[in-house]
């Protein structure tokens, strides 16, 4: 006995969408795969194109050995261009684990973190590129935070002294947000500010939502460029976790438009 097996053009239709969108999704996933590799690229460029820059370098810091004093070198530049701008700045000093904010040059706090990570990226630039990129202060382009920048509280003024006495309130410092902070700087580099310590559900929660609030914004992003035909952006991530009352501090305390000196 022979069966036959009968194929419905319905059937073959939805098979071959099926294979076309598996096709693209893969291919969405192997460009995400391939952004690494395409910004160590692109950073290399734009170092090794800079013919200023590479012929006013001095040849003697082409060896490995003075990678070291190289990095020391830039990040003592960044700091002096950076004493020239008259409103509070940060430096992330991830050699020496320290966060500090500076105004004119001067450090007026400087906190030790917890935990470092940074992005594997980092590791495949030369002495000679991190100098290019980190010897001067870089420009935040966007900001964002879990916790309020300016804590403002609206109270309508009492009618006389009476009313007032009735309605005498105090702020509750106490009762604060968890704290987590995203900075994107120059060369498409996120730092992330996050607590140290989450220990209840409702920090564990607002981690979370964090998070997943930076993950779709990407994937967004990344889907929009893939659609679009462009190159997808990989954004190198440095994460430092510090105490929470310094890191709320050194957020309000930053203005709008800040500068960062980053040292690896």
């Known amino acids: 006995m022979i069966l036959k097996l009968k194929v419905f053009p319905g059937n073959t239709w939805k098979s071959g ?7 693209v999704l893969f291919s969405w996933f192997v460009s995400i795969g391939l952004a690494p590799y395409g910004k160590i690229r692109e950073l290399h460029h734009l170092v090794d194109t800079d013919t200023v820059f590479m012929e006013k370098f001095d040849s003697v810091f082409y060896h490995p050995e003075m990678s070291k004093q190289l990095g020391e070198k830039g990040f003592k530049e960044a700091l002096l261009r950076l004493s020239d701008n ?3 700045q940060l430096i992330v000093n991830l050699s020496d684990s320290s966060v500090c904010l500076s105004i004119r040059g001067v450090i007026i706090q400087q906190t030790k973190v917890s935990y470092v990570d940074k992005d594997k990226l980092f590791e495949k630039i030369t002495g000679i590129q991190c100098y290019r990129l980190f010897s001067q202060p870089l420009q935040v382009n966007t900001i964002y935070a879990s916790i309020v920048k300016e804590p403002i509280v609206v109270r309508q003024a009492p009618k006389d002294t009476v009313e007032a006495e009735v309605n005498a309130w105090q702020p509750d410092t106490l009762i604060q947000n968890p704290a987590f902070v995203e900075l994107s700087i120059e060369y498409g580099i996120q730092i992330h500010l996050e ?31 893939f659609i679009g035909f462009k190159k997808q952006e990989y954004q ?26 980053l040292k690896l």
């Open 17 to 23: 969408l099926l294979i076309l969108m598996s096709l």
């Open 86 to 88: 008259d409103s509070i």
């Open 195 to 225: 607590q140290e310590k989450n220990l209840s559900w409702y920090d564990k929660r607002k981690k979370a939502g964090f998070y997943s609030h930076l993950f779709f914004s990407r994937m967004k992003i990344s889907l929009e460029q």
């Open 236 to 261: 190198p991530v440095i994460t430092i976790k510090l105490p929470v009352d310094d890191l709320r501090a050194i957020y309000r305390a930053l203005p709008y438009e800040p500068y960062v000196v």
